[in-house]
């Protein structure tokens, strides 16, 4: 299986800033995506950002487009959130994924919790 580990998580205030990191096994950047995913208490998992093997031409929710930008380093086997302007709203908990592509996503990792106060 493949290990994806996340860290970054934390609270911040309204308008801060924080930047998620997710280590991966080499094997997971073999496949031709990699993605992140949100879930706060009472609602659906929701899609965030995903990125290709490549890197170019990112995909985002219109929930967080122009605030939150995904990137990946293969050499170091890393993919990364820079999430700016952070909302109350964007509470949750965070959650990397890879696989071949973004409907295939079959290695998770444990998630880390993001609190933006008010």
């Known amino acids: 299986q493949v290990q994806l580990v996340e860290s970054g998580g934390g609270l911040v205030q309204a308008g801060g800033s924080l930047r998620l990191s997710c280590a991966a096994s080499r094997r997971s950047f073999t496949s031709g995506t990699m993605a992140w995913f949100r879930q706060a208490p009472g609602k659906e998992r929701e899609f965030v950002a995903a990125i290709r093997l490549s890197g170019a031409n990112p995909n985002y929710s219109d929930s967080v487009k122009g605030r939150f930008t995904i990137s990946r380093d293969n050499v170091k086997n890393m993919v990364f959130l820079q999430m700016n302007n952070l909302k109350p709203e964007d509470t949750a908990v965070y959650y990397c994924?890879?696989?071949?592509?973004?409907?295939?996503?079959?290695?998770w990792g444990q998630g880390t919790q993001v609190t933006v106060s008010s």
């Open positions: 994924a890879a696989g071949p592509n973004v409907v295939d996503l079959g290695s």
